[in-house]
Antibody, heavy 115, light 107 residues
Framework: EVQLVESGGGLVKPGSSLKLSCVAS????????MHWIRQAPKKGLEWIAL????????YYADSVKGRFTISRDNSKNTLYLEMNSLRSEDTAMYYC????????WGQGVMVTVSS | DIQMTQSPSTLPASLGERVTINCRAS??????LNWYQQKPDGTIKRLIY???NLQSGVPSRFSGSGSGTDYSLTISSLEPEDLAMYYC?????????FGAGTKLELK
């Protein structure tokens, strides 16, 4: 059974940093591109980052470029999202997605940015 | 960026009814389109990939069609468990944009 389990969310103040993790199981993680997608409260879905299977390429939405960094550790079947200079508008549920075509989704982890 | 215009935003329907949700891309996306269902607890499930391919385990009452810029998701006979939010998404080019969503509710 495929599982993607996100962790690392919480309540943080504006300007601070946070690092999310997504542990994958049930598929060959090292062969799959991986995404982060977020959803602000009562809003729609927003793709924010993609990393290729071998970390050779990374792509970001303009809204997070220069502040967020996607990375992965294939030896640990884990995807990361390092978030810096957090703003109130970054408050959202963050989902990891597996596969270039978004085959698999996690349950999400909540990040709240508030003073 | 490719804009995805999804309609309607709300769709009141009766159980057993055939329903269709539409999605229009601002330029051609070569069938690189997913459909998702999101339940009230936040769980997101891919229903359809590459326009018309049914995800494993998804009931056959769900189908997708389209080409070029216009795509649609059809539920042939609405079941109670289908009441949810639905989103389209293009993955033809980054940024991989989503439609604004359709809330499928009981009439």
């Amino acid at each position: 059974e495929v599982q993607l389990v996100e962790s690392g969310g919480g309540l943080v103040k504006p300007g601070s940093s946070l690092k999310l993790s997504c542990v994958a199981s049930g598929f060959t993680f090292s062969s799959y591109g991986m995404h982060w997608i977020r959803q602000a409260p009562k809003k729609g879905l927003e793709w924010i980052a993609l990393i290729y299977y071998d970390s050779s390429n990374k792509y970001y939405a303009d809204s997070v470029k220069g502040r967020f960094t996607i990375s992965r550790d294939n030896s640990k079947n884990t995807l990361y999202l390092e978030m810096n200079s957090l703003r109130s508008e970054d408050t959202a549920m963050y989902y990891c997605g597996g596969g270039y075509r978004f085959d698999y989704w996690g349950q999400g982890v909540m990040v709240t940015v508030s003073s | 960026d490719i804009q995805m215009t999804q309609s309607p935003s709300t769709l009141p329907a009766s159980l057993g009814e055939r329903v269709t949700i539409n999605c229009r891309a601002s330029r051609g996306i070569s069938n690189n389109l997913n459909w998702y269902q999101q339940k009230p607890d936040g769980t997101i499930k891919r229903l359809i990939y590459y326009t018309s391919n049914l995800q494993s385990g998804v009931p056959s009452r769900f189908s997708g069609s389209g080409s070029g810029t216009d795509y649609s998701l059809t539920i042939s006979s609405l079941e109670p468990e289908d009441l949810a939010m639905y989103y389209c998404q293009q993955y033809a080019s980054s940024p991989y944009t989503f439609g604004a969503g359709t809330k499928l509710e009981l009439k």
